[in-house]
């Protein structure tokens, strides 16, 4: 019987890990192909994406958001401003205003809150941990191998290389824990999005600008896993703290 068990445990575990490698490598490709059809979608009301962005800096913001240009495909919020590019100025897609709405989003929780701040002083301490993850993870492997070959005899060298190993195993695991408060943090966006957009376009239209962000968040998932994975070396190299 336990035989049974051991095998639908690791049957199961098998399933779970394809699962995650498929969600991680073919996420991207969702999006891309959402970001197309929606790309090619115009919304009814013919507005631009400079006039939708004006319309809620000035119902929602009291102008207090300033536009300036960026390159194509680096439309941005940070620090008050909205970075749109020529491009995105211009269009008048679905794509283009669920994409600004997101950041528009992100300008709210600026304004709101301070939970960006935290995130980002957060993923300013993770990249200097990030610096001694893989010194830690080899030092603590190699004091450990080598005291228990006994080549260093004072078992201190391996409470010493078990303890780097723990360190390094904890920035892992904070950087697992960035990784999902990304996740809530960029849905929060989303929904603050949906709360812009729904005050311009129909609910059609609104409903497809949604399935956009909610494949562009499963992007967000797809890094926390090839994170999770990166030990099997089965995902392809992911920064800690990217």
Known sequence: MMT??????VVGLGLLLCFLLAV?????NQFYEKFKENEARRNSFGITTLQ???????NCFQNKLKITRCEEFRDFYGGGYVGLSEKTMRSNSLASLAIVSHELGHAR???TSD???KHNRMRLWGRICGLFFMPLLLGGAVLSLLQVLNVLENVLFLYVGIGCAALALLIFFFAIFLKYKEIQI???ASDFALDYLSQILTPPEVEN????LDSARLTYWAGLIRTLLSWTL?????????
């Not at 991680?24 to 991207?28: G, Q, R, V």
């Not at 600008?209 to 956009?212: A, S």
């Open 4 to 9: 049974y068990i051991i095998i639908g445990v």
């Open 234 to 242: 089965l995902t392809p190299k992911n920064s800690l703290f990217k």
């Open 109 to 111: 929780q600026d304004f």
């Open 52 to 58: 939708y962005v004006a319309q809620i800096n000035q």
């Open 24 to 28: 991680a490598n073919f996420s991207w």
């Open 186 to 188: 960029e849905k929060e």
């Open 209 to 212: 600008c949604k399935e956009l």
């Open 115 to 117: 939970r960006i701040k």
